[in-house]
């Protein structure tokens, strides 16, 4: 593990919970605690100004919430690691931030350890989630493999494929998948590029044919 600094902004609109990071950050001596914001714009400002190595973000401020200023910060500063910290466990929640750009995902009823290890690691460049979420998103992705008939078909195809063939064959258009796979469009786009020519096909209809006939959908 580095013994590097990192430099912390907090944005969290309830004090208490604001002073509990703080306590913690203080506990750390490669933790520097550079500002706190209660709200989503100031967050935004304060990361822009400051720049610091991680934002320990809440999701729900008044006016900007933690989504959209977490995509400010991320757009702005992509090395900014932003790691959200808030009470919401649902998936909606979970894969907004992480389209948003945020780089870890921890419930506010982790132990200090678990925060703690998952700040050091957000500014080491890694992905984090507390285990209740990490969990959720196995499961997520397992319960989105095709089954063995599935499998079976198109053998040409990557799993991958597969499944971004699936969502074409159900009509969704390249935001709508990569939106779903937590994939940017860029990348959706290679993915549909790669399938026609592997198919054969000349375009999307033609693929979603395909996949149709074959049982596919």
Same mark, same amino acid.
Do not use: C, W
């Given at each position: 593990?580095?013994?590097?600094?990192?430099?912390?902004?907090?944005?969290?609109?309830?004090?208490?919970?604001?002073?509990?990071?703080?306590?913690?950050?203080?506990?750390?001596?490669?933790? %520097?605690?550079?500002?706190?914001?209660?709200?989503?714009?100031?967050?935004?400002?304060?990361?822009?100004?400051?720049?610091?190595?991680?934002?320990?973000?809440?999701?729900?401020?008044?006016?900007?919430?933690?989504?959209?200023?977490?995509?400010?910060?991320?757009?702005?500063?992509?090395?900014?690691?932003?790691?959200?910290?808030?009470?919401?466990?649902?998936?909606?929640?979970?894969?907004?931030?992480?389209?948003?750009?945020?780089?870890?995902?921890?419930?506010?009823?982790?132990?200090?350890?678990?925060?703690?290890?998952?700040?050091?690691?957000?500014?080491?460049?890694?992905?984090?989630?507390?285990?209740?979420?990490?969990?959720?998103?196995?499961?997520?992705?397992?319960?989105?493999?095709?089954?063995?008939?599935?499998?079976?078909?198109?053998?040409?195809?990557? %799993?991958?494929?597969?499944?971004?063939?699936?969502?074409?064959?159900?009509?969704?258009?390249?935001?709508?998948?990569?939106? %779903?796979?937590?994939?940017?469009?860029?990348?959706?786009?290679?993915?549909?590029?790669?399938?026609?020519?592997?198919?054969?096909?000349?375009?999307?209809?033609?693929?979603?044919?395909?996949?149709?006939?074959?049982?596919?959908?």
């Amino acid at each position: 593990m580095s013994d590097e600094l990192f430099r912390v902004l907090i944005a969290d609109d309830h004090l208490l919970f604001r002073d509990g990071l703080r306590s913690l950050l203080l506990a750390d001596p490669r933790a %520097e605690l550079v500002g706190e914001a209660a709200s989503g714009e100031e967050a935004v400002e304060l990361a822009a100004a400051l720049q610091p190595d991680v934002v320990l973000m809440d999701l729900q401020m008044p006016g900007l919430n933690g989504i959209e200023a977490t995509r400010r910060i991320v757009a702005a500063s992509p090395h900014i690691a932003v790691l959200v910290v808030t009470m919401f466990s649902d998936d909606q929640s979970v894969f907004a931030a992480m389209r948003a750009g945020a780089k870890g995902y921890m419930l506010k009823g982790a132990s200090h350890g678990e925060m703690l290890r998952a700040i050091r690691a957000v500014a080491e460049g890694a992905a984090i989630f507390s285990p209740e979420i990490a969990a959720r998103m196995a499961a997520f992705f397992a319960g989105m493999r095709p089954g063995p008939a599935a499998a079976g078909l198109f053998p040409e195809l990557s %799993e991958r494929e597969r499944g971004i063939l699936e969502l074409i064959a159900q009509g969704r258009r390249n935001p709508e998948i990569a939106a %779903e796979l937590v994939l940017s469009e860029k990348t959706v786009r290679n993915h549909v590029s790669n399938i026609l020519s592997k198919l054969q096909v000349a375009d999307r209809a033609q693929a979603i044919v395909r996949a149709r006939e074959a049982g596919l959908v």
